[in-house]
């Protein structure tokens, strides 16, 4: 039976309003979800075999990846790299390069499977992987987590906790970090995300997900309008950008100007999730010390 009881989805207590280091006034978070072929596979395993489909994928290793790791060095931006397990085992070489960049490597899942509640052993074993993956390829035991498909449980969110993730960035309802509350105790902070940074929407169709693309001047409205209001309020702008979608021409052009948009302030503190976690955990210390 399902539980459809009126209460909040979310037991969590609002955001608490922390500063920001060195007094800034909001922060930006810039994301990656590097699914490769893998995110194909997750959608219909039957893929494997549609080369053309795959190639979507393909095309991160082969060009969007190299591209955007210089454009983040141009701007001296510092990115947070969510990558399936898949990805990493399919191609060392872009996971490594990332690494050598000095960028954040944080875990997405093994085969990009949508986490679903009940099927506990398919979740086990995707975030197992993940992390098998992480270390025996990259010597990397990842703090941050950003689930496949953007969907998460009380039971991911402990299976998170026992693992040793500090961090999830998957999350809609907040503009500021929290700490998630489960059953038995405290969980990860969370680092919400803002689905109108999420350049899948905007920028990627298919033959079996055919819709409209959103043009550069579009895109770049959207996202400054987001990111000024969002300044104003003093939260985070959390972004989800996909290689194989911002990694194409015109859509690099689009992080290009607002990475340069964003630079015009003094006052925005351009920070990986662990950064945040990490801030998160040391303002939450000096609170329940000053109790």
């Known amino acids: ?24 006034r909001c922060v930006l978070f810039p994301g990656f ?35 955007i790791l210089k454009l983040l060095a141009r701007h001296e931006v510092k990115a947070t790299f969510f990558i ?30 949508r986490p679903e509640p009940g099927q506990e052993d398919v979740m086990v074993e995707e975030v197992d992987r993940g992390f098998d993956a992480m270390m025996r390829v990259l010597g990397v035991k990842p703090k941050g987590y950003r689930a496949p498909s953007g969907e998460s449980s009380t039971g991911l969110l402990q299976l998170l906790t026992d693992r040793g993730i500090q961090y999830s960035s998957s999350w809609r309802d ?19 995300v803002n689905y109108s940074f999420d350049d899948w929407n905007f920028g990627m169709t298919h033959r079996s997900g055919s819709r409209a693309l959103f ?22 702008t959390t972004m989800i950008m996909h290689p194989q979608v ?7 052009r689009i992080l290009d100007e607002f990475l340069t948009y964003v630079r015009r302030y003094d006052d925005v503190w351009l920070a990986t999730g662990q950064e945040i976690a990490a801030h998160y955990e040391r303002c939450e210390r000096d609170c329940q010390a000053a109790e």
């Open 215 to 236: 043009g550069r001047e579009e895109v770049l409205s959207i996202w400054r309008d987001e990111f000024d209001q969002m300044r104003e309020w003093g939260g985070v």
């Open 1 to 24: 039976m399902f539980d459809r009881e009126p209460h909040p989805a979310n037991p969590a207590p609002p955001a608490p309003s922390f500063p920001w280091p060195g007094g800034a």
């Open 84 to 113: 399936t397990g898949w990805t990493i085992m399919a191609h060392p070489a872009m996971c490594e390069a990332i690494l050598a960049h000095g960028h954040e490597v944080a875990h997405h899942g093994y085969l990009h499977l």
């Open 246 to 252: 911002t990694g194409r021409p015109m859509r690099y």
């Open 33 to 67: 979800d590097v699914d490769a072929e893998s995110v194909w596979i997750g959608m219909d395993q039957r893929n494997v075999d549609r080369l053309v489909t795959m190639s979507y994928g393909g095309y991160e290793a082969r060009v969007g990846v190299p591209k």
């Open 174 to 192: 907040d503009i500021r970090p929290y700490r998630h509350v489960l059953p038995n105790g405290p969980g990860p902070i969370e680092i919400p």
